[in-house]
């Protein structure tokens, strides 16, 4: 594995590598990450929007305001990196830095295409409690959830284990939606994005800004993989590391702290 002690900056995914599938980051992640930040500019990027990271991130990081200045040391960037925000410490408040717009001629597309699949379509997509959406509308980006939002994480794991219900689902869609990019995240998600974003260009976008070279940046995820919305990455140069989840994440930034 690459030494990442000489990287400026260590990106996460954030739904299989720093946490469960939409559940609270754990307090011996916590105190590893408030560490890290000690040391490194640390990266949160995930295809949840930033609604999310309010939900299942910032609160358990648990940064008292006696430590409020590690915050600038963190960047998050949710919808795969077509939202970046950054702390203001005179607003001491979470702000926009850079936003990658969808047409609302092509939102309206994606929405009318997905909802007449999932109509007609035989891979068991609804909703698995009631009220829940399976299609979200996440500003810069579109998710269709298989199972909703707020299924049990164990429904969400035996819905789609291995991949091949939604590396089947992407190229039918694909092939109806060539304007736009896809990628497959969570555990039962698939992120539609404009087209040719990817995570690899949400993390290009921010190296840029802060005129910071590829090589500066360390990536670490669990859908390192063909179609997965960590492979972008990879495939882009970066210094990747896949996970197989928070517990081997645990480990990689133990043995560099």
Not at 75 to 83: A, Q, Y
Not at 172 to 190: M, Q, R
Not at 214 to 230: H, M, Q, S, T
Request: with cysteine.
């Amino acid at each position: 594995m690459t030494n990442i002690k000489d990287k400026k900056i260590i990106a996460f995914d954030l739904d299989g590598t720093l946490a469960e599938s939409k559940q609270p980051l754990d307090k011996e992640m916590a105190v590893l990450l408030k560490e890290l930040l000690k040391h490194k500019k640390v990266i949160i990027i995930s295809g949840g929007s930033f609604s999310q990271f309010e939900k299942q991130f910032l609160p358990y990081l648990e940064i008292t305001e006696d430590e409020k200045d590690l915050y600038s040391n963190l960047i998050l960037l949710p919808t795969s990196g077509s939202l970046c925000y950054q702390f203001d410490v005179q607003k001491k408040d979470w702000q926009i830095t850079n936003k990658e717009e969808m047409p609302k001629e092509i939102k309206e597309k994606i929405f009318s295409t997905i909802k007449d699949f999932i109509e007609n379509n035989s891979y068991g997509i609804k909703p698995y409690k009631e009220g829940d959406q399976v299609l979200e509308d996440r500003g810069t980006q579109i998710t269709l959830s298989a199972l909703g939002q707020n299924a049990p994480i164990e429904e969400k794991i035996k819905w789609d284990k291995d991949q091949e219900k939604r590396q089947a689902i992407k190229k039918i869609l694909e092939s109806k939606l060539p304007e736009v990019s896809f990628s497959i995240g969570g555990a039962t998600s698939i992120d539609v994005l404009p087209k040719g974003f990817d995570k690899a260009e949400g993390l290009k976008k921010f190296l840029e800004k802060e005129k910071m070279k590829k090589e500066d940046l360390f990536f670490i995820g669990d859908a390192i993989f063909p179609g997965g919305n960590d492979y972008s990455p990879l495939l882009e140069g970066f210094d990747c590391q896949k996970v197989s989840g928070p517990a081997e994440t645990k480990k990689i930034i133990q043995t560099f702290l």
